[in-house]
């Protein structure tokens, strides 16, 4: 494993200033949340040394679990299953996507492999402790407005070509999401590549369309429908990002 991340907040934001306009429109891109060091280490840990999952929403008539429920399948089990029992499932999800459900990324499921002892030494733990320690939930706690954030569910995702997450919204089993956000880590990414996350109105015209970018933390209200575009075939690099959602339940992931 790589040497351990020095994971800091970058000490000049300005959380004030990013306050007030979460407060306005229930959403806040802010750039260089981390120091630069810290954000390059985060990069290339990322790009270089993540064993990824491939996670999806289960497509009718298929056979690795029910119907509607998510399934995350390691390299090893997408190795049996073969290049065409794979592709024959990806074109059932592809299928419950043309009526809005689903999704198609990969993930590293930060929370679980923490508490279930996946990876030992692997930094990507720091970064789960760093993004359930007092000093991001006080920072992100108060950019949101909210009285108490005890948690920051985390996933680390990577989007490759074809991948996709249709429109929706994030309530939560008994409303305990105070906030999403995307902590993004993509490097150099082009608009005609997809990937881009969009806000919808009523009318299902997208509101706003943001980019992937590097060292950029986005927070907005979840209940808002967003969606993320699909990556274009001719994309030329992977979008990182680190994603979940501020909570306000207890436990604690972290103690």
């Given amino acids: 494993m790589s040497p351990s991340i020095d994971f800091k907040l970058n000490p000049d934001l300005d959380v004030a200033h990013y306050a007030r306009l979460y407060a306005k429109t229930g959403l806040v891109q802010i750039p260089d949340i981390l120091t630069e060091d810290t954000a390059n280490a985060v990069h ?10 491939l996670v999806f929403v ?40 043309r009526k809005n459900i689903g999704f198609l990324y990969s993930s590293y499921p930060m929370i679980q492999a923490y508490s279930e002892g996946w990876d030992p030494g ?3 733990h720091q970064l789960t402790e760093f993004m ?10 108060e950019v949101i407005g909210a009285k108490q954030i005890t948690k920051a569910d985390c996933q680390a995702t990577l989007y490759s070509r074809g991948h996709f ?12 999401r105070r906030a999403a956000y995307t902590f993004g880590f993509t490097r150099d990414w082009q608009t005609d590549w997809g990937g881009l996350l969009m806000f919808l109105d009523d ?11 590097f060292n950029l933390l986005s927070l907005f209200d979840g209940h808002r429908i967003h969606s993320v575009s699909p990556i274009s075939p001719f994309a030329g690099a992977g979008r990182y990002q680190i994603t979940g959602w501020l909570r306000d339940d207890l436990p604690p992931f972290i103690s």
């Fill in 132 to 141: 359930n320690s007092p000093a991001f939930l006080d920072f992100g706690c």
């Fill in 44 to 53: 290339e840990m990322l790009a270089r040394q993540i064993s990824w999952r």
């Fill in 122 to 124: 692997h930094p990507i």
């Fill in 58 to 97: 289960a497509p009718e008539g298929g056979q690795v679990a029910d119907y509607g429920s998510v399934v995350c399948l390691d390299q090893a089990e997408m190795q049996a299953m073969g290049r065409d029992g794979l592709q024959q499932i990806i074109a059932g999800v592809m299928e419950m996507a």
């Fill in 165 to 176: 997450l249709t429109r929706h919204s994030d309530v939560g089993m008994n409303n305990e």
């Fill in 203 to 213: 009318k299902q015209d997208v509101e706003r369309a943001l980019m992937p970018r």
